[in-house]
């Protein structure tokens, strides 16, 4: 009996060593990205990185097209766009187009058959705005994306809708009148890191233009007159922002002075800007197309699908791992129309007070 007893506890044993084993937490990678002693550390998990990697491979690149001969606007009717490419740019890209966005559906996702010409499809309106789109960003927006760049296939990634967009939240007050508005708090939702945060940060910052900085740069109470509310809206937003990129909030606060500028990684400047990219982006290019779209490509209270962080970046700190997908397609780099100055977008101006940003240069 002693035998059995002492047989029975080392399998006992051996299970436990087993079972707690599986309850460890797996090991995690960091990065010390500041000075030591101020927390700065990036940690990632290798796990998380891993099950990106798949969705961050660049297609392979068609073979450049020559630039000589005739226009795509000669060859093509209602080349309204591209027609300053030449005819055999402009088939590359639109073979590179289908290849990004609708690679089961094809040509026909955009374009009828019978007439290639014609917009009866709104598909094809809405791909023409998005070609502007992306010019705008490559041309007039470097300080956010650089010489990296966009393409189509940045926010698409072979999906005819990108899989990261945004609509209003419903806020019509639940149950009883007397609970008034609960500003979508405690409705957990992926785009706050299920916390109980208000879960549509994005209608005041990145289609309205409210104030984010709650921090006060005097004493109470003439130097801060925010509320604890409209703090809960900017940590919000930098819940989806921290998410989207896959990083801590140190990737672009120096812990010593979350407010501070000066101390502050130079990433906090690239932020800054993408903020207003994505407003300019959902004000000149997403708004106005609310009547192209059918009725069943709205949101719940009838709005367009609007851009934020997660569109592009999509769980890593630079779109595609930093890949400069762009360079391949001088076609998306600049403006093409046979007429410039019908189809380009004017620059946005930047006139909010943190236009003179300076940020340490270690």
């Known amino acids: 009996m002693r035998a059995y007893a002492i047989k029975f506890l080392a399998l006992i044993s051996v299970s436990s060593v087993f079972l707690l084993s599986g309850c460890e937490r797996p090991p995690m990678d960091s990065v010390q990205h500041g000075y030591r002693g101020t927390g700065m550390v990036e940690i990632y998990n290798p796990r998380t990185v891993a099950a990106l990697a798949d969705n961050n491979v660049v297609p392979v690149a068609l073979p450049q097209a020559p630039t000589d001969g005739p226009r795509a606007g000669q060859v093509y009717k209602n080349v309204q766009v591209l027609g300053g490419l030449s005819a ?3 088939t590359r890209l639109m073979v590179s187009m289908t290849s990004w966005v609708a690679p089961n559906e094809g040509c026909v996702y955009c374009h009828n058959p019978v007439n290639f010409a014609e917009d009866s499809k709104y598909t094809k309106v809405v791909a023409r ?5 992306n010019q705008h960003i490559n041309t007039d927006w470097s ?3 650089s010489t990296t760049g966009v393409t189509c296939y940045t926010c698409h990634r072979g999906n005819n809708i990108p899989q990261q967009i945004w609509f209003k939240r419903d806020d019509t007050p639940m149950g009883s009148d007397f609970m008034g508005g609960k500003a979508g708090q405690n409705e957990p939702a992926q785009s706050v890191g299920l916390s109980s945060l208000p879960n549509d940060p994005f209608t005041p910052f990145l289609l309205g233009s409210k104030d984010i900085r709650v921090n006060g740069v005097t004493a109470l109470p003439s130097g801060n007159k925010h509320s604890t509310k409209q703090a809960e809206w900017t940590y919000g937003l930098m819940t989806h922002m921290a998410t ?16 501070s500028w000066e101390d502050s990684p130079p990433q906090r400047a690239t932020a800054w800007y993408g903020i207003r990219l994505a407003r300019d982006l959902n004000l000149k290019y997403m708004e106005p197309l609310k009547s192209t779209f059918p009725a ?4 719940e209270t009838g709005d367009v699908a609007k851009v934020y962080c997660a569109t592009c970046h999509q769980g890593v700190y630079k779109p595609l791992n930093g890949a400069k997908m762009a360079q391949d397609y001088p076609e998306l780099q600049t403006y093409h129309s046979s007429q410039p ?20 240069k270690r």
């Open 88 to 90: 055999a740019q402009f």
């Open 244 to 259: 989207s990129l896959g990083v801590n909030c140190t990737y672009c606060h120096n812990t010593r002075s979350f407010s």
């Open 341 to 360: 100055d019908a189809t380009k977008v004017t620059p946005v101006k930047i006139s909010d007070t943190k236009a003179d940003i300076k940020v340490s």
């Open 143 to 145: 300080s956010h994306v």
């Open 129 to 133: 705005k998005m070609i502007q789109m």
């Open 296 to 299: 069943n490509r709205l949101g």
